[in-house]
């Protein structure tokens, strides 16, 4: 019901900045919790952030609070993450998550919708 793309990964210098985008397609966005991913080689794939459906509500993981915020715009279809004061440690691909209520949840096994990641690499 719900196709992702996610963009604006690239490689940035530790203390740096990006902003991931999410375009999603489909009428019923506007329904849908979001949320963001990240999976480093090797490692499980990890909650980052999501956001409710209206927006309203947010939730960070405990890595990233203070860093990274999550936004969305449901008249562009798209969700945000603008990430501050990348550490090294960020470095991983990122998900973009969409599941079909308007609640917020942490789990991937709560997500039925992922785009298919982009790259985020912070040097040391």
């Known amino acids: 019901q719900v196709q992702l793309v996610e963009s604006g990964g690239g490689l940035v210098q530790a203390g740096g900045s990006l902003r991931l985008s999410c375009a999603a397609s489909?009428?019923?966005?506007?329904?849908?919790?979001m949320g963001w991913f990240r999976q480093a080689p090797g490692k499980e794939r990890e909650f980052v952030a999501a956001?409710?459906?209206?927006?309203?509500?947010?939730y960070y993981a405990d890595s990233v609070k203070g860093r990274f915020t999550i936004s969305r715009d449901n008249a562009k279809n798209t969700v945000y993450l603008q990430m501050n004061s990348l550490k090294p440690e960020d470095t991983a691909v990122y998900y973009c998550?969409?599941?079909?209520?308007?609640?917020?949840?942490?789990?991937?096994?709560?997500?039925?919708?992922w785009g298919q990641g982009t790259q985020v690499t912070v040097s040391s």
């Open positions: 956001i409710s459906s209206s927006g309203y509500n947010t």
């Open positions: 998550a969409a599941r079909s209520t308007m609640v917020i949840a942490t789990t991937r096994d709560e997500y039925g919708y």
């Open positions: 489909g009428r019923t966005f506007s329904r849908y919790a």
